[in-house]
């Protein structure tokens, strides 16, 4: 799929790796809606790369619809990159007693159920489209995590939800493969994000310091790299794809 004057959706894309996704779609000549809740940041990004900001709760259907149909407005939707998400940690059983319920069901809701709910309403509009040389009409990419395989201690509702990112991948590849469409998914190692540099510099250095090769934090531009190149590569499909250094999570 060729980048150039295709539309492309990117939740998240204020800040972190949705960040560095929508600033390479745009140098590569794609035209970019900014779906986020972070309404000055995405407003000051979309206008950086000439693109458009639509605030997004992912897990919203009239949010998610608004999003589908500025983009649509734009020209051919071509593209979803889910990297919208919040990563709270919490044990099980802790000091002041269970998992609060709340925090579960957020997690899953937002990270999860919020996937899905951009995943179907891109994909709807999309099976609308002309099918490219390849026959392709769509590619839809998702933002899971190491976690979903190697969950630490506080982990087990952000490890569920991106879980559960991994789990549908391919069903959702199978439904599509009708219509044209590619499904994808993305399980990041340990990222320079800002949910991660809200920790004390010793924990991002000690972070970097277990990534096997290359010892460092990975950064929206290497996320932003293996995005292209699933847009590119039509024989990627139904995959889930670790870009993690070699990296395994220690329980803590």
């Known amino acids: 799929m060729e980048i150039k004057g295709k539309v492309f959706i990117v939740t998240g894309g204020a800040s972190g790796l949705g960040e560095g996704t ?22 000051a990004v979309a206008r950086e790369i000439g693109g458009r900001f639509v605030r997004c709760d992912v897990s919203s259907e009239a ?34 007693g269970a998992h ?3 925090s579960f069901t957020k997690t899953i809701t937002v990270n999860l159920i919020g996937s899905f709910n951009m995943i179907r309403l891109a994909a709807e509009a999309m099976c609308k489209n002309e099918p490219e ?9 998702s933002t899971a995590s190491v976690a979903a395989y190697d969950g630490q201690i506080g982990q087990a509702a952000y490890s569920a939800s991106k ?7 391919l069903p959702i590849a199978r439904d ?4 044209g469409i590619r499904n994808m998914t993305i399980a990041p190692g ?22 096997p090769f290359p010892s460092r934090l990975g950064t929206p531009q290497d996320y932003a790299k293996l995005v292209r190149h699933i847009f ?14 070699a990296i395994r999570l220690a329980p803590k």
């Open 232 to 245: 590119e590569n039509d024989m990627l499909n139904g995959e889930v794809i670790r870009l993690d250094g």
């Open 133 to 141: 040389a390849t026959g392709e009409r769509g590619v839809m990419i």
């Open 63 to 96: 949010d998610g619809q608004a999003v589908v149909a500025a983009a649509v407005s734009m020209g051919k939707l071509m593209g979803l990159v889910n990297c919208a998400g919040i990563a709270p940690a919490e044990k099980t059983v802790g000091k002041n």
């Open 22 to 43: 929508a600033r390479m779609l745009a140098s590569a000549g794609g035209l970019v809606v900014i779906a986020d809740m972070q309404a000055d940041k995405g407003e």
């Open 190 to 211: 340990i990222f320079g994000t800002p949910m991660l540099f809200g920790m004390p510099q010793e924990v991002q250095d000690a972070l970097a310091a277990g990534v």
């Open 100 to 102: 609060a319920l709340a």
């Open 176 to 179: 599509l493969a009708r219509n």
């Open 163 to 169: 879980g559960g990112i991994v789990g549908m991948t």
